[in-house]
């Protein structure tokens, strides 16, 4: 069963950086384009920021020039790198494909407090 892994998340004070990984066994990942998602505590899981397998990227509003998507098809892997973090950054992060068709994952939590 293929599984996505993610990694990365913690507590940080407003400002603060972090980097989220997502590993996962599917054999094609390098031809899919994944996304990073976010769940907020009540709130429906968005997607904040997709990298197409040759690596094109584009991302939510709300992440626009604080967050970098990233991968390693060599790796099977998947990277968040999150910058200047707000406490509405706050949430579950997720790694899938962009469509959200692979089961998900457990999630990385991410707290930012203020």
């Known amino acids: 069963q293929v599984q996505l892994v993610e990694s990365g998340g913690g507590a940080v004070p407003v400002g603060g950086s972090l980097r989220l990984s997502c590993e996962t066994s599917r054999i094609t990942f390098r031809l899919l384009t994944m996304g990073w998602f976010r769940q907020e505590s009540g709130k429906q899981r968005e997607l904040i920021a997709t990298?197409?397998?040759?690596?094109?990227?584009s991302y939510a509003d709300s992440v626009k020039g604080r967050f970098t998507i990233s991968r390693d098809n060599a790796k099977k892997s998947l990277y968040l790198q999150m910058n200047t973090l707000k406490p509405e950054d706050t949430g579950v992060y997720y790694c899938?494909?962009?469509?959200?068709?692979?089961?998900w994952g457990q999630g990385t939590q991410v707290t930012v407090s203020s």
């Open positions: 990298i197409t397998g040759d690596s094109k990227t």
């Open positions: 899938n494909m962009g469509s959200g068709s692979m089961e």
